[in-house]
Protein backbone atom coordinates (compact mmCIF):
# COMPACT_ATOMS: atom_id res chain seq x y z
CA UNK A 1 0.00 0.00 0.00
CA UNK A 2 2.76 2.46 0.75
CA UNK A 3 4.70 1.23 -2.18
CA UNK A 4 1.70 2.28 -4.24
CA UNK A 5 1.51 5.95 -2.74
CA UNK A 6 4.94 6.79 -3.48
CA UNK A 7 4.02 5.13 -7.38
CA UNK A 8 1.28 7.82 -7.58
CA UNK A 9 3.20 10.50 -6.18
CA UNK A 10 6.22 10.49 -8.86
CA UNK A 11 3.00 9.66 -11.20
CA UNK A 12 1.96 13.13 -10.71
CA UNK A 13 5.07 14.91 -10.38
CA UNK A 14 5.93 13.52 -13.96
CA UNK A 15 2.78 14.51 -15.45
CA UNK A 16 3.66 18.32 -14.11
CA UNK A 17 6.72 18.22 -15.28
CA UNK A 18 5.71 17.21 -19.00
CA UNK A 19 2.69 19.87 -18.86
CA UNK A 20 4.96 22.61 -18.23
CA UNK A 21 7.57 21.70 -20.74
CA UNK A 22 5.04 21.71 -23.66
CA UNK A 23 3.55 25.10 -22.17
CA UNK A 24 7.24 27.08 -22.63
CA UNK A 25 7.83 24.94 -25.58
CA UNK A 26 8.98 27.68 -28.76
CA UNK A 27 6.41 28.23 -31.15
CA UNK A 28 8.68 27.85 -34.29
CA UNK A 29 9.64 24.24 -32.86
CA UNK A 30 7.92 20.85 -33.66
CA UNK A 31 6.67 19.48 -36.95
CA UNK A 32 2.79 21.21 -37.16
CA UNK A 33 4.54 25.30 -36.06
CA UNK A 34 4.60 27.41 -39.08
CA UNK A 35 7.85 28.60 -40.49
CA UNK A 36 8.03 32.92 -40.01
CA UNK A 37 8.16 34.70 -42.86
CA UNK A 38 11.11 37.43 -43.93
CA UNK A 39 9.88 40.47 -45.09
CA UNK A 40 12.13 41.59 -48.12
CA UNK A 41 13.51 44.85 -48.73
CA UNK A 42 12.66 46.20 -51.80
CA UNK A 43 15.73 46.96 -54.17
CA UNK A 44 17.49 50.15 -54.83
CA UNK A 45 16.33 50.38 -58.32
CA UNK A 46 12.50 49.49 -57.32
CA UNK A 47 12.04 51.68 -54.51
CA UNK A 48 10.00 54.76 -54.71
CA UNK A 49 11.74 58.01 -53.68
CA UNK A 50 9.72 59.95 -50.59
CA UNK A 51 7.41 63.25 -51.52
CA UNK A 52 9.50 66.12 -50.75
CA UNK A 53 8.23 68.12 -47.95
CA UNK A 54 5.55 71.27 -48.80
CA UNK A 55 7.43 74.31 -48.02
CA UNK A 56 5.10 76.27 -44.68
CA UNK A 57 2.81 79.34 -45.71
CA UNK A 58 5.20 82.00 -45.94
CA UNK A 59 8.80 80.29 -46.30
CA UNK A 60 10.86 80.91 -49.05
CA UNK A 61 13.13 77.91 -50.12
CA UNK A 62 14.01 74.52 -48.27
CA UNK A 63 17.34 76.32 -46.74
CA UNK A 64 15.74 77.31 -43.36
CA UNK A 65 19.57 78.80 -42.46
CA UNK A 66 20.21 80.42 -45.34
CA UNK A 67 19.54 83.89 -43.62
CA UNK A 68 23.43 83.68 -42.19
CA UNK A 69 24.58 83.91 -45.42
CA UNK A 70 22.66 87.12 -46.43
CA UNK A 71 25.04 89.73 -45.68
CA UNK A 72 22.35 92.40 -45.47
CA UNK A 73 19.92 90.27 -43.13
CA UNK A 74 21.42 92.28 -39.65
CA UNK A 75 21.85 95.39 -39.51
CA UNK A 76 25.60 97.11 -39.79
CA UNK A 77 27.74 97.81 -36.85
CA UNK A 78 27.66 101.61 -37.07
CA UNK A 79 31.28 102.43 -35.14
CA UNK A 80 30.98 105.86 -33.53
CA UNK A 81 34.51 107.20 -33.62
CA UNK A 82 34.84 106.51 -37.51
CA UNK A 83 31.09 108.02 -37.74
CA UNK A 84 32.54 111.32 -35.84
CA UNK A 85 35.59 111.49 -38.13
CA UNK A 86 33.73 111.58 -41.55
CA UNK A 87 31.26 114.25 -40.14
CA UNK A 88 34.42 116.43 -38.85
CA UNK A 89 36.01 115.66 -42.07
CA UNK A 90 32.95 117.86 -44.19
CA UNK A 91 32.90 120.28 -41.57
CA UNK A 92 33.02 123.65 -42.71
CA UNK A 93 33.67 127.25 -40.82
CA UNK A 94 34.37 130.51 -41.86
CA UNK A 95 37.25 132.98 -40.84
CA UNK A 96 36.02 136.96 -41.74
CA UNK A 97 38.79 139.57 -41.26
CA UNK A 98 38.17 143.35 -42.04
CA UNK A 99 40.91 145.50 -42.93
CA UNK A 100 38.96 149.04 -43.79
CA UNK A 101 35.76 148.75 -45.69
CA UNK A 102 35.62 145.48 -46.97
CA UNK A 103 35.57 141.62 -45.59
CA UNK A 104 37.83 138.64 -46.54
CA UNK A 105 35.64 135.83 -45.87
CA UNK A 106 37.60 132.45 -45.88
CA UNK A 107 36.25 128.83 -46.24
CA UNK A 108 38.49 126.09 -43.86
CA UNK A 109 37.83 123.04 -42.80
CA UNK A 110 38.31 121.34 -39.46
CA UNK A 111 42.49 121.89 -39.43
CA UNK A 112 42.14 125.76 -40.57
CA UNK A 113 42.91 125.34 -44.10
CA UNK A 114 41.20 126.90 -47.20
CA UNK A 115 38.91 124.41 -48.86
CA UNK A 116 39.73 124.48 -52.79
CA UNK A 117 37.81 123.54 -55.87
CA UNK A 118 34.33 124.28 -54.94
CA UNK A 119 31.85 127.41 -56.01
CA UNK A 120 31.20 128.49 -52.44
CA UNK A 121 28.16 131.21 -51.77
CA UNK A 122 28.08 133.55 -48.80
CA UNK A 123 25.03 135.82 -48.09
CA UNK A 124 25.71 139.03 -46.72
CA UNK A 125 22.99 140.61 -44.58
CA UNK A 126 21.84 143.57 -46.71
CA UNK A 127 24.03 142.97 -49.76
CA UNK A 128 22.81 139.91 -51.23
CA UNK A 129 24.81 136.87 -52.06
CA UNK A 130 28.70 136.82 -53.06
CA UNK A 131 30.10 133.60 -55.30
CA UNK A 132 33.95 132.04 -54.88
CA UNK A 133 34.45 132.35 -58.84
CA UNK A 134 37.83 131.51 -58.60
CA UNK A 135 37.07 128.35 -56.26
CA UNK A 136 39.99 129.04 -53.94
CA UNK A 137 37.88 129.10 -50.51
CA UNK A 138 38.52 133.09 -50.66
CA UNK A 139 35.72 135.32 -51.36
CA UNK A 140 36.86 139.01 -51.01
CA UNK A 141 34.05 141.90 -50.68
CA UNK A 142 35.14 145.87 -50.63
CA UNK A 143 33.44 149.15 -50.65
CA UNK A 144 31.68 148.31 -47.78
CA UNK A 145 29.95 150.76 -45.30
CA UNK A 146 31.09 150.85 -41.83
CA UNK A 147 28.87 148.17 -39.35
CA UNK A 148 27.85 145.47 -37.80
CA UNK A 149 27.12 142.52 -40.45
CA UNK A 150 26.12 138.93 -40.56
CA UNK A 151 27.29 136.19 -43.05
CA UNK A 152 25.92 132.96 -44.20
CA UNK A 153 27.90 129.98 -45.73
CA UNK A 154 24.94 128.67 -48.11
CA UNK A 155 24.58 125.03 -48.07
CA UNK A 156 26.89 122.92 -50.26
CA UNK A 157 26.26 119.19 -50.98
CA UNK A 158 28.67 116.78 -49.06
CA UNK A 159 29.71 119.04 -46.28
CA UNK A 160 28.40 120.57 -43.30
CA UNK A 161 28.20 124.38 -43.15
CA UNK A 162 27.80 126.21 -39.57
CA UNK A 163 24.31 126.26 -39.04
CA UNK A 164 24.18 129.69 -37.32
CA UNK A 165 25.03 133.22 -39.01
CA UNK A 166 28.83 134.50 -38.30
CA UNK A 167 28.62 138.25 -37.10
CA UNK A 168 31.71 140.85 -38.08
CA UNK A 169 31.89 144.13 -38.30
CA UNK A 170 33.35 146.20 -40.73
CA UNK A 171 36.26 148.87 -39.85
CA UNK A 172 35.67 152.21 -41.28
CA UNK A 173 39.64 152.74 -41.45
CA UNK A 174 43.41 150.22 -40.87
CA UNK A 175 44.02 149.63 -37.45
CA UNK A 176 47.46 148.17 -36.72
CA UNK A 177 47.28 145.42 -34.65
CA UNK A 178 49.05 142.57 -33.56
CA UNK A 179 47.67 139.11 -35.24
CA UNK A 180 48.78 135.98 -33.52
CA UNK A 181 48.22 133.83 -36.87
CA UNK A 182 49.26 135.09 -40.22
CA UNK A 183 49.45 131.97 -42.07
CA UNK A 184 46.29 132.45 -43.47
CA UNK A 185 47.27 135.71 -45.00
CA UNK A 186 50.35 134.24 -46.59
CA UNK A 187 50.03 133.50 -50.65
CA UNK A 188 52.74 131.43 -52.26
CA UNK A 189 54.09 132.25 -55.73
CA UNK A 190 51.43 129.60 -57.08
CA UNK A 191 48.86 131.68 -55.64
CA UNK A 192 50.13 135.04 -57.33
CA UNK A 193 51.15 136.36 -60.69
CA UNK A 194 55.34 136.40 -59.38
CA UNK A 195 56.02 138.71 -63.02
CA UNK A 196 53.16 141.34 -62.07
CA UNK A 197 53.95 141.73 -58.98
CA UNK A 198 57.63 142.39 -59.39
CA UNK A 199 57.18 145.20 -62.58
CA UNK A 200 54.48 147.13 -60.75
CA UNK A 201 54.73 150.16 -58.86
CA UNK A 202 52.17 151.12 -56.40
CA UNK A 203 51.13 154.92 -56.81
CA UNK A 204 53.64 155.66 -59.53
CA UNK A 205 51.41 157.33 -61.41
CA UNK A 206 49.91 159.54 -58.60
CA UNK A 207 53.55 160.54 -57.02
CA UNK A 208 54.87 161.41 -60.61
CA UNK A 209 54.96 165.63 -61.06
CA UNK A 210 55.92 165.05 -64.68
CA UNK A 211 59.53 167.31 -63.21
CA UNK A 212 61.29 163.74 -62.83
CA UNK A 213 65.01 163.31 -65.19
CA UNK A 214 64.83 160.17 -67.40
CA UNK A 215 67.91 161.06 -69.83
CA UNK A 216 71.51 160.16 -68.51
CA UNK A 217 73.43 163.54 -67.10
CA UNK A 218 77.33 164.07 -66.85
CA UNK A 219 78.31 164.77 -63.59
CA UNK A 220 80.74 167.23 -63.25
CA UNK A 221 82.79 168.60 -60.31
CA UNK A 222 80.62 170.49 -58.45
CA UNK A 223 77.74 168.26 -58.73
CA UNK A 224 76.19 165.65 -56.52
CA UNK A 225 74.42 162.35 -57.69
CA UNK A 226 71.36 162.31 -55.03
CA UNK A 227 67.03 162.28 -55.17
CA UNK A 228 65.41 165.26 -54.59
CA UNK A 229 63.15 164.71 -51.61
CA UNK A 230 62.24 167.97 -50.82
CA UNK A 231 58.33 167.84 -51.94
CA UNK A 232 57.95 165.66 -48.51
CA UNK A 233 60.74 167.04 -46.41
CA UNK A 234 60.87 170.42 -47.26
CA UNK A 235 64.04 172.44 -48.18
CA UNK A 236 67.38 169.82 -47.37
CA UNK A 237 71.02 171.31 -47.51
CA UNK A 238 72.85 169.60 -50.39
Known sequence: MRRMAILSSMAVILLVSLLVLYINKPSGQGGGGRTPQTTQTPSAEGQEEAPEETPKPGQLGDDLSAFLKDNTFFDQEVNPILEAAKENASRLSLVV????????IQIVDTKGNPVTGESFFVKLEGRGEYK???KDGIIYIGGLPAGEYYVEL????????????????????????????????????????????????????EDADKTEIVKFQKSTANSRVGI????????IDW
Open 97 to 104: TSVEKDLR
Open 132 to 134: DLD
Open 154 to 205: MPVEGYQVPPNETRVRVKDKVEYVAIDDISLLIKTEEEIDAEAEDTAVADAL
Open 228 to 235: DVSKWNGE
